[in-house]
């Protein structure tokens, strides 16, 4: 991977990232790091940050629409299933 791509990965990730908030940051790095442990392995070691803070905005991203009542319905319908 080019240098200039690995740049333009990170500048999207930075920018995903931008929006965690600072009450969802020690949960979003824990739950990375969790997840990034067990594929730290299969990819290049010049990824490993890159990737860690993509997982961290997704994981951030859910917490804030999971606050925010967006998956409401989602989880209502997958708790009646699971009944």
Do not use: W
Request: charged share 25%; net charge negative; hydrophobic share 40%.
């Amino acid at each position: 991977m080019s240098d200039d791509h690995k740049e333009d990965l990170r500048s999207l990730i930075n920018a995903l990232g931008a929006s965690i908030r600072d009450t969802h940051y020690q949960s979003a790095y824990d739950a990375a790091a969790n997840i990034c442990s067990s594929i730290f392995d299969t990819i290049p070691e010049a990824l490993h940050d890159v990737v860690h803070q993509a997982v961290m905005a997704g994981y951030a991203a859910a917490l804030s629409d999971l606050e925010h009542g967006k998956l409401d319905d989602q989880v209502r319908e997958r708790a009646e299933i699971i009944e």
